[in-house]
């Protein structure tokens, strides 16, 4: 069973930064993807960011010039660095890893930005 644990969460005031990271208990070449989603208020979780084998990223537009993600494949971590938060980036932020049809989740990290 793969096994994802973030950290990295916490409560900032409008404008700063915060940085997650997210362990993965096997080899990151086993993955296709890895990303970051955020969860609301609601039950949806939505992408923020992602990053494939060959290091191509995408992003959400609210994440777009804000946001960074990245991967250390010798620590197998991926990354989230988050700059100038704003209030309506406040959730729950998961990290996602996907190998072929199967996905897995971690417990989530708790994101709060203050205005």
């Known amino acids: 069973q793969v096994q994802l644990v973030e950290s990295g969460g916490g409560s900032v005031h409008a404008g700063g930064s915060l940085m997650l990271s997210c362990v993965v208990s096997?080899?990151?070449?086993?993955?296709?993807?890895m990303g970051w989603y955020r969860q609301g208020p609601g039950p949806q979780r939505e992408l923020v960011a992602s990053i494939n084998v060959g290091g191509v990223t995408k992003y959400a537009a609210p994440a777009q010039g804000r946001f960074t993600v990245s991967r250390d494949n010798a620590k197998n971590t991926v990354y989230l660095q988050m700059n100038r938060l704003e209030p309506e980036d406040t959730g729950v932020y998961y990290c996602?890893?996907?190998?072929?049809?199967?996905?897995?989740w971690g417990q989530g990290t708790q994101v709060t930005v203050s205005s």
């Open positions: 096997e080899n990151m070449f086993n993955f296709n993807d």
């Open positions: 996602n890893v996907q190998q072929g049809w199967s996905e897995y």
